[in-house]
């Protein structure tokens, strides 16, 4: 959206919600400003509220009701926003306009009160008022609040509901941005009431009794390894990484930001999807639709997190924030949907005179996870940018984005959006925390971090890792082990990718830290292999005797593996992690190490991590 467009929204907006003369002149005159490097409008929120929380506090009376809601609503470049930093991508759409009424509190059944003059509601009482109700609640310590007038403003959309009818506690523990003073002041203005003391265990809901967001998540396989359960963060097994092209769907990475999102089967092609241009049309397609109306098409493309192998950072370089991945983020899939082209070309997107308008495609999941992608990827007929419905010949996997996620081939996975539900055409990138702030890449020094000052990851670059180490056995006339001079055989297998569709060249090893190298066998799973660019990782393999090795004071029998990949535009890796340090620990792409100690072989020599 323009800012002309905007501003006159804004001030539609402003004329058409009926409110007092002072709070209307304040709005007016409040602290509006425009960005010297974004067409986004911001506005001083905790400025806002300070200066109206006098004329809106609530006094504690016998008869308590709840407080008007703040009346405003604040139009910026293509998202309306209020009192919070937004939790999903920016839309237009339309969102009832509250009113200046009271609204009658629903009777409890108990006249129980207290000093403070509010009603204390039972906990039975308060899940009546769940996500379905005409006045949903929720709790936050052992006060209860109604968010009737809250849900249609709050940045984060209905995603609120899932917290109606318990606490809102374990949500807000996801989504850490609410943990501020002026948040919770916020809230108070919508208190109805406190728990009844029977529901109350040391001044808080009964644990028992408080919902689990994750409950509904599904079962992961136990090969997985498990960083964290919930939300769930799992690495695949290193002897998958190298057994297979295809990564099985049941030990595919998983990267969750929040819950798994329930959709069953039988709705599941009546799942929509809203597709916003840039002049605020929109057109709804189901998955019925799209499976009907648009050719499907087959795309094999790895998925990378951003902080894939961060493990390796923190160990040769210094702390780093974030999962603590080693070499297990990341898998390859044959993908299987409509091209994304197709639809915008359908929903009326002009890609031979895009505008200035059209900048950025920005997606949001059904848990409010969004992120985006510039328009270029788009607009390049050989993108192979999907809204994929199935992985590897079956339905996605609910942790996988069931029942259709976007696929970004060469981009890093935050852009591949799962459970879409929406796509808007922008002149701006997702407005979404994950978009504008985690994934991105500071210098070694840069400890204080100006996120306006660098761009978003998108497309990665070259990485390869050791992901099986063996050492073949070498038996003497009785079977027992014996070390030939040099060493024994060992055998490695791992896996070499760039982004952006660039071809892996070749991957060099070496065996005895760097003084000598030689070059690994490249496997050929072209066959497999299917998009107009290369997405996919080389898998490769390399055999030979260890040379002279260190011997340690205890006798042990060490030596430094390393191995580096290069592309087909000769982008390699960078030596070591010092040099490409930075706080949160992404893109760690140095030439991957496993420091091997063979002379307890073969135990424990299935898995290169497990050495690294």
């Known amino acids: 959206m323009s800012v002309p467009i905007a501003r006159r929204l804004g001030q539609e907006l402003l004329n058409a919600v009926k409110r007092p003369k ?6 007016q005159n409040f602290g509006i400003r425009q960005s010297n490097n974004s067409r986004a409008l911001f506005v001083n929120f905790q400025t806002f ?11 504690a009376s016998p008869d308590p009701r709840r407080l008007r809601h703040l009346p405003f609503l604040v139009a910026g470049g293509s998202l309306i926003t209020i009192l919070l930093a937004a939790l999903q991508p920016i839309t237009h759409e ?21 000093d403070d003059g509010l009603r204390r509601y039972r906990l039975a009482e308060v899940r009546e008022h769940g996500p379905k109700s005409d006045r949903p609640w929720v709790i936050y310590e052992d006060k209860v609040y109604d968010i009737t007038d809250w849900v249609p403003a709050h940045p984060g959309g209905e995603v609120i509901l899932r917290a109606a009818g318990g606490s809102i506690e374990p949500y807000w523990d996801i989504f850490s941005i609410h943990k501020s003073a002026y948040v919770r002041e916020i809230l108070q203005q919508y208190v109805v009431g406190k728990i009844h003391p029977d529901d109350l265990e040391d001044g808080r809901p009964l644990q028992s009794r408080i919902e689990d967001p994750f409950v509904t998540d599904p079962t992961r396989d136990s090969r997985l390894t498990k960083l964290t359960q919930k939300p769930c963060n799992a690495e695949t097994p290193g002897d998958a990484l190298a057994e297979s092209f295809l990564t099985p769907n049941d030990v595919f990475y998983v990267r969750n930001h929040m819950w798994v999102p329930v959709v069953e089967e039988a709705e599941a092609d009546d799942h929509s999807i809203t597709i916003e241009l840039p002049d605020g049309d929109s057109k709804v397609y189901s998955i019925k639709d799209l499976k009907a109306r648009f050719e499907q098409h087959v795309v094999t493309a790895v998925l990378q997190c951003s902080g894939n192998r961060r493990n390796d950072m923190t160990r040769y370089a210094k702390k780093t924030n ?5 070499v297990g983020a990341i898998s390859c899939a044959k993908w299987e949907g409509v091209r994304l082209r197709e639809v915008l070309a359908d929903a009326g997107f002009d890609f031979e005179q895009p505008g200035d308008d059209a900048r950025h495609i920005q997606f949001s999941g059904l848990e409010a996870y969004g992120a985006s992608i510039p328009i270029a990827t788009i607009l390049d007929p050989m993108g192979d940018v999907l809204l994929a419905f199935k992985m590897n010949d079956a339905p996605l996997p609910r942790d996988h984005g069931f029942p259709v996620r976007v696929i970004v081939p060469g981009h890093v996975a935050a852009r591949c959006v799962k459970w879409v539900k929406k796509i808007v055409i922008s002149d701006e990138e997702s407005d979404t925390t994950w978009q504008r702030r985690d994934y991105k890449c500071f210098g070694p020094n840069e400890v204080k971090q100006d996120w306006d000052k660098y761009k978003a990851i998108q497309v990665m670059p070259v990485t390869s890792a050791i992901t099986r180490t063996r050492l073949k056995p070498v038996g003497g006339q009785s079977g027992e082990h014996v070390e030939p001079a040099g060493g024994p055989v060992v055998q490695l297998e791992g896996y070499a990718y760039s982004g952006g569709g660039r071809e892996i060249q ?3 090893v070496s065996l005895d830290g760097g003084e000598t190298w030689d070059q690994a066998q490249l496997l050929d799973d072209t066959q497999l292999e299917r998009g107009s660019k290369a997405w996919c990782w080389k898998r490769w393999k390399y055999e030979a005797r260890l040379p002279k090795v260190i011997k340690g004071s205890d006798g042990e029998s060490k030596t430094i593996l390393l191995v580096k990949a ?7 890796q960078p030596e070591t992690h010092k040099s490409i340090y930075n706080l949160r620990g992404n893109l760690a792409t140095a030439w991957h190490r496993v420091d091997l100690d063979y002379s307890a072989a073969p135990k424990g020599m299935e898995n290169g991590r497990d050495k690294e």
């Open 566 to 572: 290069t592309d087909d535009a000769y982008n390699t």
């Open 94 to 114: 339309s969102v009832e306009i509250p009113r200046d009424v009271d609204h009658p509190l629903p009777d409890s059944t108990s006249n129980d009160r207290g």
């Open 322 to 326: 974030g999962l603590q991945w080693t």
């Open 506 to 508: 070749r991957v060099d």
């Open 22 to 27: 002072p709070t209307h002149q304040l709005v």
């Open 49 to 59: 509220f300070r200066a109206t929380s006098s004329r809106t506090a609530p006094n």
